[in-house]
């Protein structure tokens, strides 16, 4: 049955092995990566030495930025984290300027940067603070710049967790990567949270009870990262509201092969946005 010893709990290089292990939608898929790679080709077009913030420091953004010319910008407030993911990047790393610092309070100049990224950042942050995280990005941002992100989103309403088990039936265990996203979502709590050790949990009462077997469990929790993490969602009309205040969205793309599916109630679409002037 998968181990669930938190991360902060091993040796960065044994954290750095559990992280290659997980995959979506906690880590972008191939098509995802593909999505990030054509909006920041295009928003390097036409400027000389662009540079980019990664809001983390996630290696498939770090990666991207290097191979469109970007001077890249890493900022993360966990010491672990960026030691794990320096061991990921290996010497291609070592080229990457890191902050480490809040996102709220970052020291970074003021309207220098052509584009930042972001794989799922604005669900690491309270909702209370959405606006003043998304106005600092506004600020960094030069004019015309972009604002890349992944984000989950809600698709409807959210449904009581039972009642998404018997939606999603075995496609579940077929298909997880599909369906952990609607399952956290099923599981929102009155403050907009939807932490995936919550879900974890969740599912360890349903294995106990024999609801599930061990290898259903360990299905869909070894593609869920160790450790009490909050995440936060908003409707997707909502979270377009709450960006549109500092920015033009452009378009959004999603990964089809993920999303397409039955009966979702949230997603990941990454979304394309433009500082307003």
Known sequence: MTSRVAFSRLPPEDVAEMWKKIGSPFRASVNEQ?????????????????????????PELRKLGHKYGYQVTCVDFSPLVITVMDILMGEEGERDIIVRCNWLETPLQRGQYDAIVGDASINMVELKSWDRLLKIIHDLLKPGGYFVTRTMVGLEDSIPFTDALKRFGKQLFRYPERYIGSLQYALITPENNVG??????????????????????????????????????LEQKQFEDVL??????????????????EGLIAMFPIYRVVKKL
């Open 34 to 58: 593909e999505i990030y790679a054509r909006f920041l080709e295009e928003a390097a077009e036409h400027r000389d030495n662009p540079k980019m913030i990664v809001l983390g420091v996630t």
């Open 196 to 233: 995936p050790y919550r879900l974890v949990e969740r599912l360890e009462k349903l294995r106990k009870n024999g609801d599930i077997t061990d290898d259903e469990f360990d299905i869909i929790c070894m593609r869920i990262p160790p450790g009490r993490v909050d995440v936060y969602i």
């Open 244 to 261: 549109s205040k500092h920015f033009q969205i452009k378009d959004y793309y999603y990964d089809k092969e993920l999303h397409d599916a």
